[in-house]
């Protein structure tokens, strides 16, 4: 039991790139959700998912894709990165029934230059 | 939510009992406290939550007041690896888990 995985640890890219940020989990968990974190602030929700199929947008959503074709996965895609989206981000899950008790991953440090 | 406030940060002494208030004169009746603590770097880890019962669990204590308005997480015995920021949140039980706000939360320091 792994918990929740994200990948990769650490990230440089230049403005203008894309990458993908990964989270898996391996508690069936129905809930999924990607945070950031920047120095000094608390965590700000990016985007959620309540189910396979299902997302919707959090505080701060834009310059982030996200979709969720299985319930282990929920991969986090910057378009064209921008040095504003320099921070470290957390992905979260948990069970319906007790929605407010997260499970969070390590934690992916993203740098863009 | 309720709003919550915290102080900002707290000193405490190894091995002695850390409390950390949290107040939250709002409070809904169906609202309940959530703590969870964010050792440096890592991700936020869940510590326990309660509505209007103390809980206990092998992590810490929540004592929330009569009134609800504010509640106190004790750590017992602190210990240097409870050095972290932690966080009291409210939020209704079903409201959904995706809007958690973590605020700024208090950062606690144990001290050898």
């Known amino acids: 039991n792994a918990g929740v995985t994200q990948t990769p640890k650490f990230q440089v890219l230049k403005t203008g790139q894309s990458m993908t940020l990964q989270c898996a989990q391996d508690?069936?968990?129905?809930?999924m959700s990607w945070y950031r974190q920047d120095p000094g602030m608390g965590l700000r929700l990016i985007h959620y998912?309540?189910?396979?199929?299902?997302?919707d947008q959090g505080e701060v959503p834009n310059g982030y894709n996200v979709s969720r074709s299985t319930t282990e996965d929920f991969p986090l895609r910057l378009l064209s990165a921008a040095p504003s989206q320099t921070s470290v981000y957390f992905c979260?899950?948990?069970?319906?029934?007790?929605?407010?008790?997260?499970?969070f991953g390590a934690g992916s440090r993203l740098t863009v230059l | 939510d309720a709003k919550t406030t915290q102080p900002t940060s707290m000193d405490c002494a190894e091995g002695r009992a850390a409390n950390l208030p949290c107040n939250h004169s709002?409070?809904?009746?169906?609202?309940?406290v959530y703590w969870y603590r964010q050792i440096h770097s890592q991700g936020p880890q869940y510590i326990i939550h309660?509505?209007?019962n103390n809980e206990t669990n092998e992590m810490a204590s929540l004592i929330i007041t009569e009134d609800r308005k504010s509640s106190t997480l004790i750590l017992p015995h602190a210990t240097l690896r409870d050095t972290a920021v932690y966080y009291c949140?409210?939020?209704?039980?079903?409201?959904?888990?995706?809007?958690?706000?973590f605020g700024q939360g208090t950062r606690l320091t144990i001290n050898p």
């Open positions: 979260a899950s948990s069970w319906t029934g007790t929605a407010n008790v997260l499970t």
């Open positions: 949140i409210v939020r209704a039980l079903y409201q959904g888990a995706q809007k958690l706000v």
């Open positions: 709002t409070i809904s009746g169906n609202e309940y």
């Open positions: 998912s309540v189910g396979a199929g299902i997302t």
């Open positions: 508690m069936n968990h129905e809930y």
């Open positions: 309660g509505l209007k």
